[in-house]
């Protein structure tokens, strides 16, 4: 994926979910360090029981598969989201994502 695109495609994102050094929990959980953690893992963030338990750990292949309707893979999660349906943009928006660690720096290639 283009991690440019992807920065574009995150503005989709970004009312409920920040990402990178200064990322904080919102109406949904920060996203540093997406790629490998465990759902329902954010430290102070409220999760629905459904995220809880779902036991996704998440990797592209999940993720792409929860945005593009995150209802449909984990039933009762409270994102709001109608979905990314493009494979491309799915492509690129996974590209911006996974690339910041667990601190919110970009993780050297």
Known sequence: GDVEAGKAAFN???ACHEIGESAKNKVGPELDGLDGRHSG???GY???PANKASGITWTEAE???YIKDPKAKVPGTKMVFAGIKKDSELDNLWAYVSQFDKDGKVKAK
């Open 41 to 43: 893992a954010v430290e």
């Open 63 to 65: 993720f792409k598969e």
């Open 46 to 48: 409220a999760y629905s």
């Open 12 to 14: 989709k994102c970004k």
